[in-house]
Nanobody, 112 residues
Framework: VQLQASGGGLVQPGESLRLSCAAS????????MGWYRQAPGKERELVAV?????RRYADSVEGRFTISRDSKSSLSLQMNSLKPEDTAVYYC?????????WGQGTQVTVSS
C-alpha cells in the first residue's frame, strides 16, 4: 500500500484546511486509516482514525476536525478553527492486517 498526502499549507489562526490522502496498491486489504501529526521536538501523535463506521479523535481536535473515509482508497481530514498548536507535519496512516503503512507527510503551519 502506498499513501500520498496533500493539502497542507500556511494559514492564519481560525482558518480551515482540508488534507487528502490517496491510497494505491492493495487498497482492498486496508482495515482502517487515520491521520497522525508530529510537531518539532515532539513525538508523533494520533489526530483521528477511521475504522469501519467508527471515528476516533484526539481530545485536542475533537469538535474542530472531521475525518472522512471517502472511498476504499481515499481519506480526508477537514480542519476548522485551526490553532498555532496544530502546526505539525501531518501523516496519513493505513492498517492492512498486521502491516502499517505511512505516507510522506504534509506540513501544516498555523501562524499570524
Amino acid at each position: 500500500v502506498q499513501l500520498q498526502a496533500s493539502g497542507g499549507g500556511l494559514v492564519q489562526p481560525g482558518e480551515s484546511l482540508r488534507l487528502s490522502c490517496a491510497a494505491s496498491g492493495r487498497v482492498f486489504s486496508i482495515n482502517g486509516m487515520g491521520w497522525y501529526r508530529q510537531a518539532p521536538g515532539k513525538e508523533r501523535e494520533l489526530v483521528a482514525v477511521s475504522t469501519g463506521s467508527i471515528r476516533r479523535y484526539a481530545d485536542s481536535v475533537e469538535g474542530r476536525f472531521t475525518i472522512s473515509r471517502d472511498s476504499k482508497s481515499s481519506l480526508s481530514l477537514q480542519m476548522n478553527s485551526l490553532k498555532p498548536e496544530d502546526t505539525a507535519v501531518y501523516y496519513c496512516n493505513a492498517v492492512a492486517g498486521t502491516e502499517t503503512y505511512w505516507g510522506q507527510g504534509t506540513q501544516v503551519t498555523v501562524s499570524s
